[in-house]
């Protein structure tokens, strides 16, 4: 769990189109399947551009990397307020085995900006969530 970083980095997002399977069927069916465990993602949160917040509305990104099994869910939270629905990319399975994905959320520029904090949390089943939490008010607007 982070809390409170805001970095001003660039980013630089690469095109997945390449598929790598770690199943094989056998046979009249039997399926192999290599199982990593559970392996938790790293999460990034984007912040929106100070261009972006003068037109009135923002778009938070997320991006969840390396998580194992398929299956994680992310999900975003405004300060204390309950969780929200973004909208998430599909998984996309890397070379190594491990899993990545997205999430973005759309949001007025004032709830963005008077939000003590944003965060980012990926969930899966029983797993305690992986959380990236940001406040706003500590980033350049």
Do not use: M
């Not at 938790?40 to 912040?47: D, E, I, K, W, Y």
């Not at 009135?56 to 300060?79: D, H, M, Q, S, Y």
């Amino acid at each position: 769990s982070v809390t409170g970083v805001c970095k001003v980095q660039e980013v630089f997002v690469r095109l997945f189109n390449e598929s790598v399977l770690l199943w094989w069927t056998f046979g009249g069916g039997t399926k192999l399947i290599v199982d990593l465990g559970v392996v938790r993602p790293s999460l990034t949160v984007l912040l929106p551009s100070s261009e972006e917040q003068d037109q009135g509305n923002v778009a938070l990104v997320c991006l969840a990397n390396k998580g194992f099994p398929e299956g994680w869910k992310l999900g975003w939270r405004l300060g204390a307020g309950g969780a929200l629905q973004g909208s998430q990319s599909l998984e996309v399975l890397e070379k190594d085995g491990h899993y990545s994905w997205s999430s973005s959320l759309t949001l007025p520029t004032d709830h963005w900006r008077k939000a003590g904090s944003v965060t980012c949390e990926a969930t899966l089943k029983d797993q305690t969530p992986v959380t990236h939490t940001l406040e706003p008010h500590h980033c350049s607007q």
